[in-house]
Each structure stands twice: as C-alpha cells, then as structure tokens.
C-alpha cells in the first residue's frame, strides 16, 4: 500500500485552474452528453486531488482555486441536478421496457456523480473562506443537506438502511438501482459532514441561513433523531457493527464505547446550533422543541463527555433547560432569501420528465461502440488504481476480522486480508461480490478492446 506524499499528483495546480475554469452549468437534459462527462471527469480529478492535499498537509490549491473563481455554487447546483435526475427521471428509465442497454457504466457515472461532488464538498466546506464564497447557494446547500439527513433518518427508524444486497441473478438495471440505493447512504454521511461544518461558520452566514436551519428545517430535532436512531450502527447476528471509512466494521466489546467520527460530526452540530449565541436567540425553545431536545440528556454519558469534553456545556445547558424556559425567539423582521436551485430545476422541467427520460435513452444512454471504447478509456486513467490507493490515508482492514491487512483478494483486487485463514472464512460472503467485480473488469477489457 502507498502512502501519501507530494509525489502522488493527480493535477498539477495549472491543470487544476484550467478545469476549474471550464465547470459550467448544465440543465437536465444535458446530462449524460459528451460535454457533460467530461466535466465529470473534471470534477472526478478535482476530487482526487482536493483529498490528497488535505490528508497530505499540502498546498490545498483545488480548494483556494474554487473559491477564488466563484465555482463553489457551481459544484452546488451540479450534485442539486443530478439528485433530481436520480428523483425523476432514473426511475423512468429503469421501467422503460424497451431499455436494456449493453453496458451500464454512463448510467453508473451519473449516479456516482453526486457522491464525488459531495465528497469535494465534505473536503473544502471545512474552511470558513469556502462557506462564504457559496454566497446564496448555501441555503441550497442547507436544504440539500436536510433532505438527505431526515431521508437517512426516516431509512434508520424503519430499519431498511442496509437492505441492499447484492444478487447475481438480477438483471442490469435491477443493480443498479441496488447500487444507486447503496450509494444514498454514503451520499447522507457526505451531508451530514457537510451540515457540520455550516454550523460551524454560523457566524458568518446570513440571516436567511440560520432562519433555514433553526426555524424552517429545525435541523436541531433532526440531529436528535439521528442521535436516537444512529444509522451508522447496526447489530448483525448479534455483533455490534459501525460504519466507518467506508465499511461495516465489527466493534470489538473493549472498543464499542468509543465515538467515530460520524458521532462527533453530529455531536458537534448540535453544540453549534444550540449553545452558539447568534442561534440561541434565533431558535425557539418551544415545548415540542424541549422534549425532543431533552431526550438528549440520556446520552450524555461521562464516557461521552470524557471524549468530547465540550459536551459537559450541553448538559449544562440541557439541565438548565429542564427547569425553566427560554426567552421567546426576537421576531426580527428581515427580506428572507429563498433556496432557488432545486424549485427552479422542478419547474422548468414539470410534465417533461419521461420525454427527457426517452431523449436521453437516445441520445446520451446508449452510446455506440467507438464512443463506448473512447469513455472505458477515459475511466480507466481516470480510476486509476495508484492514484487511489494513495488516496487512503491508512492501511486497508481485513474484510473479514477488521484487523490491518495486506493481502488483496488476487480475483477482484477489490477486498483486502490478514491472513489466508481469513480469506477462506470470508469467501462465502465475498464470492457473489467478487464475482461481479470481475465480470465488470472484464467488460470494461473488452470495451477498451473495441475496435473504433
């Protein structure tokens, strides 16, 4: 495994300008065209390179060039696009009867676009001068992040987040809308880190804004529900299992108390949206509010606090909620800003959407051989698989006992082993994947091998 280090480039800064200067906005029916993927790829590279320089402690030029051009509503209004054309129009074409294309991979870029732009999100979002060069497009933002949030919510209450399993016998189309459903969960995470670090830079936002996370979503009883439910814990055969980097991990008894990083980035939320002053007076401490606030206290235990000292001044603050209320939110009359992205995407295209299903079966979702053979190509430098593996910024875990690993799986490259022992014990879960990972690296061979 290769360890980061200024060697691994994906862009040098120069490129890294020139892309960002090319991302522009498209509309529903552009996506899947020629010009389209290859801002795909533009984002894909920006992404790769946007992770190396933070896990790295580098020169983070991808994030500083963004801001600097104005490209963050841009980066915006894309994944806002492609999460209405996965509401819309994907569930159209998947019912299409006369739909059953060769090789799924167009229609797999689209669905994973949006996880590459969240995941760029997640990455620059952290820094405030990012926050505020998104000028009005974070309360799209702030209402992208609710609606995946209380989505992962409601999934996690039901009880159906990880449903999605995989099934050799299912047709094309029938995966992946398996895999599009797999990838909403991560897509939530991505949101969830995202809203964390907003509220980390409330200070900074409108006032617009903060009526939008306060009042209008009222995100505080959403990250209760999700304290509540926890989506990324689980119980399989009665092993506790988190979701961490990526995977369900097996939690050792010794280590089951200790906070991940999504249980910090959640925490954190609710520490800024509660105990920060400019939202303090904003928010209303009504009795619905209080309860579902209060429900909190239960949670806070010292092994909690003991990891995130902060969290003693929220139970402080919830103490003294419990016997007394707050002042009534000051009803400030403001010219309160509206999110414009997603309703405008909805309008334009109201009634149209399984006449923009069929142009795009026919002109971006069934590509002939030679633009077939010219994509594989281009995916193949873009995935490259070095350039990856220097994303990680630690060793792989085995797929079947979590501890450090460093035998991959030598059929599909794509699961990681301690020991052989492992291996074997692993094979009966792994081999229906393992099989699918290569029957797709064989076609995307033969599509490379197509002649033009």
């Known amino acids: 495994m290769m360890e980061t280090s200024s060697f691994h480039q994906v862009l040098f800064p120069g490129e890294a300008e020139g892309y960002i ?67 819309k129009i994907f569930p159209i074409l998947c019912q299409l009867q006369d739909f059953n294309p060769e090789n799924t991979f167009p229609l797999y870029m689209v669905i994973h676009h949006e996880a590459t732009i969240s995941n760029l999100l997640e990455t620059v979002m952290y820094h405030r001068e990012s926050c505020e060069a998104a000028e009005d497009s974070v309360l799209d933002l702030v209402d992208y992040c609710h609606r995946k949030l209380t989505l992962m919510a409601g999934h996690s209450e039901s009880g159906d987040q990880d449903s999605h399993s995989v099934d050799v016998n299912s047709s094309s189309i029938q995966e992946l809308q398996k895999q599009s459903a797999a990838l909403e969960f991560e897509i939530s995470l991505k949101a969830l880190s995202v809203l964390r670090y907003i509220t980390d ?37 009665g092993q506790l299992e988190k979701y961490i980097d990526g995977k369900w991990h097996q939690i050792p008894r010794e280590d089951q108390v200790k906070m991940t990083k999504l249980d910090g980035q959640v925490w954190i939320a609710l520490l800024n949206l ?31 606090i003991d990891q995130l000292p902060n969290l003693g001044e929220l139970q402080r603050f919830l103490s003294h909620l419990a016997v007394m209320d707050p002042a009534p939110p000051k009803k400030d009359l403001i010219l309160e800003q509206i999110p414009e992205m997603w309703n405008n995407i909805m309008k334009e295209n109201s009634g149209k959407w399984k006449a923009l299903a069929k142009y795009q079966v026919k002109h971006a979702f069934n590509p002939s051989k030679s633009d077939l053979r010219q994509q594989a190509q281009r ?59 290569v029957d797709a690296t064989e076609k995307l061979q033969s599509d490379l091998n197509i002649e033009a």
């Open 21 to 87: 200067q090319n991302l522009e906005i498209f509309s529903l029916k552009d996506i899947g065209c020629p010009r389209w993927f290859k801002q795909h790829e533009y984002i894909e590279k920006l992404n790769m390179q946007a992770i190396l320089n933070a896990t790295g402690s580098q020169d983070e030029f991808v994030k500083e060039l963004l801001v600097s051009l104005g490209k963050i509503p841009t980066l915006i209004h894309e994944m806002i696009l492609v999460e209405a054309w996965k509401v």
């Open 201 to 237: 830079h409330t200070d900074s936002v409108s006032l617009s804004v903060l009526t939008r996370l306060l009042c209008t979503h009222n995100l505080p009883c959403v990250l209760v529900q999700l304290v509540e439910h926890c989506p990324w814990s689980r119980f399989s055969k």
């Open 274 to 304: 509660l105990l920060k002053p400019e939202c303090q007076r904003k928010y209303d401490f009504n009795s619905f509010n209080k309860s579902q606030l209060l429900k909190l206290q239960a949670f806070l235990t010292e092994v909690l």
């Open 379 to 437: 995916l193949a430098l873009t995935y490259n698989l070095d350039v990856i593996e220097s994303l990680i910024p630690e060793k792989p875990k085995c797929g079947s006992c979590g501890s450090e690993a460093s035998k991959r799986c030598s059929r599909c490259q794509g699961e990681w082993y301690c020991r052989r022992e492992c291996q074997v014990k692993h094979w009966p879960k792994h081999k229906k994947a393992c099989q699918l990972m």
